[in-house]
């Protein structure tokens, strides 16, 4: 495809994510990629087709105490499985995802440190 021809391909991933809060606003994902699990705190901002989100990412070794530990709480709980393929360019991420009973997205991000270089990344 033209798109791998002009990119730094990743291999294809399979994605189980659960997330606990409001997915509308903030909330925790717990990823299991492959061996390794992910915890995100993710909180949205902006309502345009642009997101600008403040996300923080740990590893998480035992990831099913802390979601036993959440579902005790009784946190709202949503699940989604994905595939994704990912390639890079330019400092983009450029994803096309499936999600499982959803359908297929395209997902294009790039990570910045300081707010003040959020409009220069949309530019990109």
Same mark, same amino acid.
């Given at each position: 495809t033209r798109l791998s021809a002009k990119t730094e391909k990743q291999k294809e991933v399979q994605l189980n994510d659960l997330y606990f809060g409001d997915p509308q606003s903030q909330y925790l994902r717990i990823r299991q990629c492959d061996d390794l699990s992910t915890l995100s705190l993710k909180k949205k901002s902006g309502k345009s087709d642009v997101e600008a989100n403040l996300e923080l990412e740990w590893i998480l070794k035992q990831p099913q105490n802390l979601i036993r530990y959440l579902r005790m709480l009784k946190?709202?709980?949503?699940q989604k499985k994905k595939s994704? /393929?990912?390639f890079l360019k330019n400092g983009l991420s450029i994803e096309l995802n499936r999600v499982y009973g959803l359908g297929s997205f395209l997902e294009i991000e790039t990570i910045v440190k300081l707010k003040s270089? /959020?409009?220069?990344?949309q530019k990109k």
């Open positions: 946190v709202p709980l949503a994704s /393929i990912r270089e /959020i409009f220069g990344a």
